[in-house]
């Protein structure tokens, strides 16, 4: 059943009713509905921490996004997203209903990677019956090739946490877009869900250059061996549009994840 299930709603266009106009319909099918406007104000990377903090003390079962064209024109406003799309999905173990909600036509192709993911429902649609199907199901655990985690505040910086849910990795390079202001400044290794208090790095490498398709990327890596349970850190000032991420290894056939932020 639907009801009293929560919604999560996030809207970033204040200037229309269009966000009281969705919780107000979403209630008359017995969700409670809960959220605010995404922050207009950018000073620092990680500004949307206490969203994601609001949501998971509520216990949300779906988080909404109404979207449109004029979001895709603030690449701040989709790092965030993208950004929180990925926590969730780390500290909720995979078990998030994430759902868009936007004008016919709008073009998901430029969202960020983990946003192209999520199901798209049109406004010229039955959203609302969809988003009651959601909350009636029991969300199942997504299937992850990697997963993505992020820490920090004002003194301690900007901090990318990146492991894979099963097998190993046999040493790290992550990278980040070159072209913008974001540079790598530090990198650890430790047990997966708390920055380490102290790290000790096998090979470490920086200010590697790499090029993927058409994007170059600036990159640091290690050679430590990382189990299920481990986890790579690195440090980032500013912005990264995207990021590469791949085992450090002299295999031609090593996968490579692109990850698009913004």
Same mark, same amino acid.
């Given at each position: 059943?639907?009801?009293?299930?929560?919604?999560?709603?996030?809207?970033?266009?204040?200037?229309?009713?269009?966000?009281?106009?969705?919780?107000?319909?979403?209630?008359?099918?017995?969700?409670?509905?809960?959220?605010?406007?995404?922050?207009?104000?950018?000073?620092?990377?990680?500004?949307?921490?206490?969203?994601?903090?609001?949501?998971?003390?509520?216990?949300?079962?779906?988080?909404?996004?109404?979207?449109?064209?004029?979001?895709?024109?603030?690449?701040?406003?989709?790092?965030?997203?993208?950004?929180?799309?990925?926590?969730?999905?780390?500290?909720?173990?995979?078990?998030?209903?994430?759902?868009?909600?936007?004008?016919?036509?709008?073009?998901?192709?430029?969202?960020?990677?983990?946003?192209?993911?999520?199901? *798209?429902?049109?406004? $010229?649609?039955?959203? @609302?019956?969809?988003?009651?199907?959601?909350? !009636? #199901?029991? +969300?199942? /655990?997504? %299937?992850?090739?990697?997963?993505?985690?992020?820490?920090?505040?004002?003194?301690?910086?900007?901090?990318?946490?990146?492991?894979?849910?099963?097998?190993?990795?046999?040493?790290?390079?992550?990278?980040?877009?070159?072209?913008?202001?974001?540079?790598?400044?530090?990198?650890?290794?430790?047990?997966?869900?708390?920055?380490?208090?102290?790290?000790?790095?096998?090979?470490?490498?920086?200010?590697?250059?790499?090029?993927?398709?058409?994007?170059?990327?600036?990159?640091?890596?290690?050679?430590?061996? *990382?189990?299920?349970? $481990?986890?790579?850190? @690195?440090?980032?000032?500013?912005?990264?549009? !995207? #990021?590469? +991420?791949? /085992?450090? %290894?002299?295999?031609?056939?090593?996968?490579?994840?692109?990850?698009?932020?913004?």
């Amino acid at each position: 059943m639907a009801a009293g299930k929560k919604v999560y709603l996030t809207a970033l266009d204040r200037k229309t009713p269009l966000a009281t106009e969705v919780a107000a319909k979403l209630h008359q099918y017995g969700l409670t509905v809960l959220g605010r406007y995404w922050p207009e104000q950018f000073d620092a990377p990680l500004y949307w921490l206490d969203l994601r903090d609001e949501f998971i003390k509520e216990q949300a079962d779906i988080w909404l996004i109404l979207l449109d064209e004029t979001a895709l024109d603030s690449p701040k406003s989709m790092y965030g997203l993208a950004q929180m799309a990925y926590t969730l999905n780390a500290r909720l173990e995979g078990k998030v209903s994430v759902l868009l909600l936007a004008p016919a036509g709008f073009d998901a192709g430029r969202l960020p990677t983990v946003l192209q993911a999520a199901p *798209l429902l049109s406004l $010229d649609g039955a959203w @609302a019956a969809r988003i009651v199907a959601t909350a !009636s #199901l029991p +969300v199942k /655990p997504q %299937s992850r090739e990697y997963i993505l985690d992020f820490y920090g505040n004002e003194k301690l910086g900007q901090w990318f946490e990146f492991q894979v849910p099963e097998g190993a990795l046999d040493g790290v390079i992550f990278g980040v877009e070159d072209g913008g202001d974001a540079k790598i400044n530090f990198q650890a290794v430790g047990a997966s869900g708390a920055l380490p208090e102290r790290s000790t790095l096998e090979y470490p490498v920086e200010e590697m250059h790499l090029t993927l398709g058409d994007i170059n990327y600036t990159a640091w890596g290690l050679r430590n061996r *990382l189990e299920k349970g $481990d986890s790579y850190f @690195a440090r980032v000032q500013g912005w990264p549009r !995207s #990021l590469i +991420v791949m /085992p450090y %290894s002299d295999d031609d056939e090593s996968n490579a994840w692109r990850i698009a932020l913004a």
